[in-house]
Nanobody
Framework: QVRLVESGGGLVQAGGSLRLSCATSGRTFSSYAMGWFRQAPGKEREFVATIAWSGGNTYYADSVKGRFTISRDNAKNTVYLQMNSLKPEDAAVYYC?????????????????WGQGTQVTVSS
């Protein structure tokens, strides 16, 4: 059974930074793409970033491009999301997800395992 555990969320002032981590177990981590999604209160879950199995290909939502960086350490079975220049509109529960295959996707349906989420709060 695949298990994903996020950490690193918290409260930060606008303009600040946070680094989220997602530790995985239960499958060959290096064979699958990983993604980050977020969901704010009253809104649908939205795509944030994705990274291919090797880490060589990444893709970002326009809203976070240039501010967020997704990376992975296949030796540690962990994916990261470095978030800089945070804005109040970035506040949400952030979820990591494991893809169905080696290449990333912006579609939630292309991920088959999800973490429990970690809360990010940005004060203005």
């Amino acid at each position: 059974q695949v298990r994903l555990v996020e950490s690193g969320g918290g409260l930060v002032q606008a303009g600040g930074s946070l680094r989220l981590s997602c530790a995985t177990s239960g499958r060959t981590f290096s064979s699958y793409a990983m993604g980050w999604f977020r969901q704010a209160p009253g809104k649908e879950r939205e795509f944030v970033a994705t990274i291919a199995w090797s880490g060589g290909n990444t893709y970002y939502a326009d809203s976070v491009k240039g501010r967020f960086t997704i990376s992975r350490d296949n030796a540690k079975n962990t994916v990261y999301l470095q978030m800089n220049s945070l804005k109040p509109e970035d506040a949400a529960v952030y979820y990591c997800a494991s893809g169905r295959g080696p290449y990333g996707s912006t579609w939630a349906r292309n991920y088959d395992s999800w973490g429990q989420g970690t809360q990010v709060t940005v004060s203005s």
